[in-house]
Nanobody, 111 residues
Framework: QVQLVESGGGLVQPGGSLRLSCAAS????????MTWVRQAPGKGLEWVSH???????TYADSVKGRFIISRDNTKNMLNLQMNNVKPEDTAVYYC?????RGQGTQVTVSS
């Protein structure tokens, strides 16, 4: 069965960087389009980024130019490199496969 486990979150200062990972099992990340979504405190889910099976990537305007989505097919993982983070990036981040998500990883951007 499909399982997704996010990791890599933590406390980071504004302008800093963080790398999130999502370990997948039950399917190959190389054969699926996958998404990162996030949920800030008191808000709904927000789409962040998507990578297609052919590795085309798209980003929300709020993160474009700062975040990079990628796959590690060898490790069967989805990654999100977060650069120049802002306080408004504070949220629980989830990797998503057709609506199925893991437990999420908390990212807090604060000085």
């Amino acid at each position: 069965q499909v399982q997704l486990v996010e990791s890599g979150g933590g406390l980071v200062q504004p302008g800093g960087s963080l790398r999130l990972s999502c370990a997948a099992s039950g399917f190959r990340v190389s054969s699926a389009g996958m998404t990162w979504v996030r949920q800030a405190p008191g808000k709904g889910l927000e789409w962040v980024s998507h990578i297609t099976r052919s590795a085309m990537t798209t980003y929300a305007d709020s993160v474009k130019g700062r975040f990079i989505i990628s796959r590690d097919n060898t490790k069967n993982m989805l990654n999100l490199q977060m650069n120049n983070v802002k306080p408004e990036d504070t949220a629980v981040y989830y990797c998503d496969l057709l609506g199925q998500r893991g437990q999420g990883t908390q990212v807090t951007v604060s000085s």
